[in-house]
């Protein structure tokens, strides 16, 4: 079983930044799109947030875009969510989970059930 692990997540101020750590101890991402969601109190989880394919290609939705970034260091076997400019509606929990073979097409056409693994998630708490 693989399991993600996110960590990062803290309490910052409106306008602050945090980066978001996804990894998985003994598993590569090679091959695997890795995608961030979110879910705020009392909402359903958000996403695809962020999406890094597993042919290089990135997309962000438009709630994140150009304020959020992923990027990955493959000898580390981690995903990173760098997120700047954060706003008090960004205050959720985030995770990240993985799809073999997943390029941005298909990501967007997935139910969340399709995902392979998850993570436990992340708390980010941005304050006013």
């Known amino acids: 079983e693989v399991q993600l692990v996110e960590s990062g997540g803290g309490l910052v101020q409106a306008g602050g930044s945090l980066r978001l750590s996804c990894a998985a101890p003994g598993f590569t991402f090679d091959d695997y799109a890795i995608v961030w969601f979110r879910q705020a109190p009392g909402k359903e989880r958000e996403g695809p947030l962020c999406?890094?394919?597993?042919?290089?290609?990135?997309y962000y939705a438009d709630s994140v875009k150009g304020r959020f970034a992923i990027s990955s260091d493959n000898a580390k076997n981690t995903v990173y969510l760098q997120m700047n400019s954060l706003k008090p509606e960004d205050t959720a929990v985030y995770y990240c989970?993985?799809?073999?073979?997943?390029?941005?097409?298909?990501?967007?056409?997935?139910?969340?059930?399709?995902?392979?693994?998850w993570g436990q998630g992340t708390q980010v708490t941005v304050s006013s």
């Open positions: 989970t993985t799809k073999r073979q997943g390029d941005i097409a298909t990501i967007m056409s997935l139910r969340i059930w399709e995902y392979e693994y």
């Open positions: 999406i890094s394919s597993s042919d290089g290609s990135t």
